[in-house]
């Protein structure tokens, strides 16, 4: 898995989600493989907020993910 690319898609949900921006949608079925290859059952848990459009879950699930494996760049 490309730690890389994981960061920077989670870096770009972030940042749609905290204004609910509806690309959340597009931009996590493109990277949903990745995603989860690299979070596993987190990633799925994440997608069913997505795909429900509960965009402020889906935040909390990521940032507690980020928060826990250290994916940030510092």
Sequence with gaps: ???ARVREVL????????VDDVRTYT????????????????AAALGRDIE???????????RAVVGKIGVREE
Excluded: H, K, N, Y
């Excluded at 931009?27 to 987190?42: F, T």
């Excluded at 429900?52 to 990521?62: K, V």
């Design 1 to 3: 898995v490309d730690g």
């Design 11 to 18: 870096a770009q949900l972030e940042t749609l989600l905290a």
């Design 27 to 42: 931009v996590w079925r493109e990277a949903a493989p990745l995603l989860s290859a690299a979070l596993g059952p987190v």
């Design 52 to 62: 429900r459009f509960d965009f402020a879950q889906a935040l909390r699930t990521l």
